[in-house]
């Protein structure tokens, strides 16, 4: 600009007129490749903070999931996300602008003091405005990421269990429930946004006003004689003006940008302090099915209930274990002990003298076979399935639905074992689903193996099938615990317990438990009633 007043306006040269304007152009062609560069840099940035801390927040979720405390939801996944994207936002860029921005508030200062000072009230008015946005909109835009959190949740809940909800015609109610807690979040948001474009006005205008009223104070300056630089330089730092104040202008336009950074980066971080990495262990040797649980007290994690009181047994490798017992006596809690799911309050449980909670579960998991009480499948194939998500072996895979008598069933769809069978296994029935999850809790022949309720969606041909499977794992030396509420498969297996309120009631050889439980309940069955009145 003021080589186009001082040179061309004077001399009229279109020589250099032409110049001045190719430079001007290639000068704003490398700004433009430099604001380039500066974008990539930060997008390779948010890439590389999501790869640093992706697997260490999934398995904290994870984690948190298996410890039913709060966190175990995809929101943590979500607040990287946020963060992620912060970063390669041009809200961050605005921030490190500010130094720019104090270097071109000098060169204002340079140029006049009055213009400096009168620059410097403009910064002033920008702070006054964030100061604004700091006390008004963030606990406000806080308050509504809370109630957007809650309402998601409670909608995946309810998708969790869309069936029982259809079933039971509870849309209506449970819709207008979360419908309550959708509009709770679009108030509280409405509030933010609306405080957040207030100041977002004001900044641009304070903005505006800026580079024209310096341009109105430099023209009267140069009238009262004060000034004495030139025309050219007064619309220098007009434009300087404006350019001082660009960076708080976007850091207050991306307010919403930076307060929800600001929250995720606080949630994730106590999050991830609540759930640590854990540190490398060494390598331990493949297990052999040894089996000990030495007095264990347990209950459900983050609880300091006991549902298991003094459970004391041993099985060797190889041996069956049959558990038995009526409903919340604590089956389905030893099983999630046993196979290092849970903690225990005291006492330990070990697999080869090893504590099996503390064991690495991605070296453990290979030898050990779990079939839940609740079915979990998920969206993949039957092959993918059965494998558990690893590398599949058909070989292996073969032979697991064939133990399990599931071989003639895949055969008999289209694509076999590369057939989907959708989330949670929506496309198999009750009885397919826990086959399948039968196959993959044998898969590779596991060295201990613990099936909760593995007939209990199983017809008649499901449970000779189960029968057989049994007898295959005790001739293979796997170490084998199932728990049922049907005394029929316990004939295949060496041992019984009868647990009865979290507590071992009879433990021992499954013919002498038996014979015990006949001797027990004799007096109870010869004290009832008979026809006639007569006991």
Request: glycine share 8%.
């Amino acid at each position: 600009m003021l080589q186009v007043f001082d040179r061309v306006i004077n001399s009229h040269n279109h020589l250099t007129l032409l110049m001045l304007t190719l430079l001007v152009i290639g000068l704003y062609m490398l700004l433009e490749f430099l604001e380039w560069v500066r974008g990539r840099i930060m997008h390779v940035a948010a890439g590389r903070f999501d790869v640093a801390l992706r697997n260490i927040v999934f398995n904290s979720i994870f984690q948190a999931k298996l410890k039913q405390q709060p966190g175990g939801t995809a929101q943590a996944i979500t607040d990287l996300k946020t963060i992620q994207e912060a970063i390669a936002s041009p809200a961050l860029l605005a921030l490190i602008d500010v130094p720019l921005a104090l270097l071109t508030l000098i060169l204002i200062f340079m140029i006049h003091p009055y213009l400096g000072w009168f620059a410097m009230g403009g910064v002033i008015i920008l702070g006054a405005i964030a100061l604004f946005n700091q006390h008004q909109v963030e606990p406000t835009l806080t308050l509504a990421n809370r109630h957007a959190i809650a309402a998601q949740n409670y909608a995946s809940g309810v998708i969790r269990n869309a069936q029982a909800v259809e079933a039971m015609g509870m849309l209506g109610r449970i819709h207008q429930r979360w419908l309550s807690q959708q509009n709770e979040f679009l108030q509280t948001q409405a509030v933010a946004s609306d405080r957040a474009g207030v100041s977002a006005s004001l900044s641009r205008l304070t903005q505006t006003l800026q580079g024209s009223l310096l341009l109105g104070l430099g023209a009267w300056l140069a009238i009262t004689g004060v000034f004495g630089m030139g025309g050219a330089m007064m619309i220098v730092a007009s434009i300087l003006g404006a350019r001082v104040l660009a960076p708080l202008v976007q850091i207050v336009g991306h307010w919403r940008i930076i307060m929800n950074a600001q929250d995720a980066i606080m949630r994730l971080d106590s999050f991830l302090k609540l759930y640590p990495e854990p540190k490398p262990s060494m390598p331990l040797p493949p297990p052999i099915g040894n089996l000990s649980v030495e007095a264990v007290v347990a209950g459900p994690p983050n609880s300091q209930i006991p549902i298991l009181r003094g459970i004391n047994f041993r099985l060797a490798a190889g041996d069956s274990l049959a558990i038995i017992g009526p409903s919340a006596s604590g089956k389905t809690s030893l099983a999630r002990l046993v196979t290092g799911i849970w903690p225990a309050m005291s006492g330990k449980v070990r697999l080869d003298g090893v504590d099996i909670y503390t064991w690495k579960k991605n070296e453990l998991g290979p030898y050990v076979g779990y079939l839940p009480q609740n079915v979990e499948l998920f969206d993949g194939t039957m092959a993918e399935n059965i494998a558990r998500f690893g590398e599949v072996d058909m070989h292996k895979v073969k032979e697991a639905a064939k133990i399990v008598g599931l071989d003639s069933f895949v055969e008999s769809m289209k694509e076999g074992y590369d057939s989907r069978i959708g989330d949670e296994g929506a496309f198999l029935s009750g009885g397919q689903r826990q086959r399948v999850a039968l196959a993959r809790a044998i898969y590779g022949m596991p060295k201990l193996v613990v099936l909760d309720e593995p007939n209990s969606s199983l017809d008649e041909e499901g449970d000779a099938a189960l029968l057989k499977t049994l007898q295959f794992l005790k001739s293979q030396s796997v170490s084998l615990i199932v728990i049922t509420h049907r005394l029929q498969i316990s004939s295949v297996l060496d041992y019984m317990m009868i647990l009865v309120d979290g507590q071992i009631q009879l433990f021992g050889a499954r013919d002498e438990v038996l014979k015990a439980l006949n001797q027990k309940n004799q007096p109870v069955a010869q004290s009832r009633p008979v026809a006639g009145g007569v006991a």
